[in-house]
């Protein structure tokens, strides 16, 4: 397994995040629904906003993992995802040496699948992740990209309208 | 193109993702009484409706099309979202010579397919 790297604006990165003041705050509708409809759309098991603190990935939002609302960062999918701008695929996480001895995938949820649209604020920062998440290997083809896009831009709409409503 | 669809989720993330792949720009409408006024004021080439309303189909907007009463042509292709379908409700959209019915729950990539239909169609026939 390669533990989730750290982005070299991590600082700045864990400043814009605490500056939501989202974190460990209730669940709320607006990111439900988004999540909710995610699960639905791809027909998977798990949909998540995930959050990234600095020893911790914190669920906003989730389908599918039960009382579980954070898992250590070093271990998360979504730590790999924030590293780059667009989406991040893993088809089959057996078959991809990041993951493939992954506790996350060789214990429960037993992740095989997983698809994470990095949440880019206009401020640049990669605060987390929308992400869905199958226990059974799948393809993502273009248009399934184009709309995981689109569900992370109402996510970063959410996220943008909160911080504005805090100003 | 016109997307007439209450669920907001739904028609937010068809419109958004259409626009992001390039395909026709689809128009949202979150009611019908907005589709009616959009209808009258802008050419659109294909429609996707939901007709159901308050436990009954509402055919009012098909009928405004297809009577010539929208600033669209009456012949342009037409898809229907309802709940639920008998012999009776296919019947009536036969008679309203309507391309397509979807049924929900229907995923937002089915509506994205319908809309390449669509275009297709309102390109043979232009």
Redesign the interface.
């Known amino acids: 397994m390669i533990p989730a790297p750290m982005p070299p604006n991590e600082a700045e990165r864990i400043a814009a995040l605490y500056s939501l003041l989202i974190l460990d705050t209730p669940p709320e509708q607006r990111f439900d629904?988004?999540v909710e409809?995610a699960a639905?759309?791809f027909?998977v098991p798990i949909a998540l906003i995930s959050l990234l603190d600095h020893e911790r990935q914190w669920f906003k939002s989730a389908v599918g993992l039960g009382d579980v609302c954070e898992t250590s960062r070093d271990i998360s999918f979504c730590g790999h995802a924030i590293m780059r701008g667009d989406i991040m695929v893993v088809p089959d996480a057996l078959e991809d040496l990041r993951f493939a001895d992954n506790p996350l995938v060789a214990g429960p949820p037993h992740i095989r699948f997983y698809a994470g649209a990095p949440l880019l604020l206009p401020n640049g920062y990669a605060l987390g992740t929308l992400c869905i998440i199958d226990t059974r290997p799948r393809d993502f083809d273009?248009?399934?990209m184009?709309?995981l896009?689109?569900?992370r831009?109402?996510v970063v709409q959410q996220l943008a309208n909160g911080e504005a409503a805090g100003e | 193109m016109l997307l007439m669809e209450p669920e907001d989720m739904l028609r937010r993330t068809v419109s958004l993702t259409a626009r992001s792949l390039g395909m026709a720009e689809i128009h949202e409408a979150a009611s019908p009484s907005l589709a009616r006024q959009l209808l009258r004021e802008q050419r659109f080439h294909g429609l996707v409706l939901a007709i159901d309303c308050g436990g009954i189909h509402d055919f009012s907007l098909l009928d405004q099309v297809r009577q010539g009463k929208t600033a669209s042509s009456p012949a342009i292709p037409i898809a229907v979202l309802a709940e639920r379908c008998d012999a009776g409700l296919i019947a009536a959209l036969r008679e309203r010579d309507v391309n397509r019915i979807i049924l929900k729950p229907f995923r937002a990539r089915v509506l994205l397919d319908t809309f390449a239909v669509l275009s297709a169609a309102a390109n043979e026939r232009a």
């Open positions: 629904t988004i409809f639905s759309e027909d273009a248009t399934d184009a709309i896009s689109t569900l831009q109402l």
